[in-house]
């Protein structure tokens, strides 16, 4: 029924991915997108998208913001992630982007622009979605967006405006949201109903953000439907219609069937 777009399921052990693809199946879930956030969970992302499971799993491969910092002076993984990415399991490249909050241990802007640069080519020049991170730097996050000529990118986790949002959708990009819609004070209804049906998804960013029942907890993709739950109360829609909706949406982002 559910589709989880955005799942870090390579930072678990090999029983404990089975074991959580059990649990989504069980909770109606279809599908997972699983993140590998640098190259060597990137390369289990996509073995474990050949595995016989559950459910059906898809890789998508980059280096993701807290770790660009530790490539951006040595290109070398630029070739080896596009090597990986003519893998028939890889669905999108990503997650990468830019964020702005100053977190301890997060690189300068300057080194998470190269990263996110280097990975937009590698989106283009495989013809895949990307997968965008985008914290406080949404204007530069989509201004990146649009003059590369990219045509399909999803910005995960959104948190931003609603203003924001409109101009993200504007320039023909898609939006997904996390179990953070889920909060007493997310603050992102306004946000939701913004959003076009057909350009929003829904994601779990497994093991982090667990919807509010959990809140605290670790998340996992069985999860899902809570967040789904919850856009298809705020936009008035049955969860059936939206699941289908939600279904059909990410199909046509990431070109692929379920």
Known sequence: MWIDTHAHLCQTNESDFFAQLER????GVCGIINIGTDIEESKTAIRRAKLPTPLKTFAAIGI???ESGNFSDNFDWVDELSDLAKSPEVVA???????GAGKDGYPSIDLQLSAFKKQIELAKLHNLPLIVHSRMQDEKVLEMCISSGIK???FHCFTGTAESAKKITDAGFYISFSGIITFAKSGLNEVIKAVPTEQILIETDAPWLAPAPFRGKPNEPSYIRFVGEKVAEIREIDEYAMAKIIKENTQNFFDIVF
């Open 24 to 27: 989504a199946k069980e909770a």
């Open 64 to 66: 993701c913001v807290p």
């Open 93 to 99: 490249i990503g997650e990468t982007g830019l964020d």
């Open 152 to 154: 399909k990118a999803l």
